[in-house]
């Protein structure tokens, strides 16, 4: 198992200066609601998935349906999708289809989520705040396309485009990581607490 290592490209759609940068405990504000603002990563790994684990925090006081992380191939837009389309409800994509979570309806407080899906069984794991929700099935057997497009705050309905303004997240997104594999409970917990777990993550391209 490794953290996939994430090259961030581009902010707001905007050019920068590349520097190599640990994301660990680093915040993106989205500041427009509607926003078009978004957060390009590239997989340095760029092989198919047969299990994966993605964590991030959130802070927002939307209502509305936004999406968190968007993981689109050229054959498949909805690849990998973490998705609040209101309020006490996560979803999570895969291959194009999906299961649902729900949870205590927001308190306008930060949210930490881990999704983790194993091609093998099908299982997902999701956590809210630490706490485990039971395990459901979603596309056993399936592989995860590669050469992804991968985007934070906005979902992708085209290879790298096709945005919604509708459903763009505006707030703040903090503690994103990706593994090619599921964690185990201790390292879920440990991600919940912010604690630094081994690393090949991440650079990042500032406007």
């Known amino acids: ?48 998935l047969q299990n994966f684990t993605v964590c991030l925090r959130s802070y927002t006081d939307l209502t509305r349906p936004y999406s968190l992380f968007s993981y689109a191939t050229k054959a498949q837009d909805n690849e990998i999708l973490l998705f609040k389309p209101k309020p006490g409800e996560y979803r999570l994509y895969v291959g194009g289809k999906f299961v649902t979570f729900r949870t205590p309806e927001g ?35 399936y592989t995860v396309g590669a050469e992804a497009v991968i985007l934070l705050g906005q979902e992708q309905d085209g290879y790298g485009g096709g945005f919604d303004p509708y459903n763009s997240f505006t707030g703040e997104l903090a503690d994103v990581h990706m593994w090619d594999a599921g964690l185990s409970p201790d390292k879920m917990r440990a991600a919940y607490q912010s604690l630094r777990l081994a690393t090949r993550f991440a650079s990042a391209e500032h406007p």
Not at 6 to 22: M, N
Not at 108 to 133: M, Y
């Open 107 to 141: 308190r306008w407080d930060w949210e930490h989520v881990c999704a983790s899906w194993e091609s093998a069984t099908g299982l997902t794991e999701f956590r809210f705040n630490g706490k485990p929700w039971p395990r459901k099935g979603l596309q056993k057997g």
């Open 1 to 48: 198992m490794g953290k996939l290592q994430l090259w961030l490209l581009v902010l707001a759609a905007l050019s920068g200066i590349t520097a190599q940068e640990d994301l660990y405990r680093k915040v993106f504000v989205f500041r427009k609601d509607p926003s078009d603002a978004y957060v390009l990563l590239k997989a340095q790994a760029e092989r198919p």
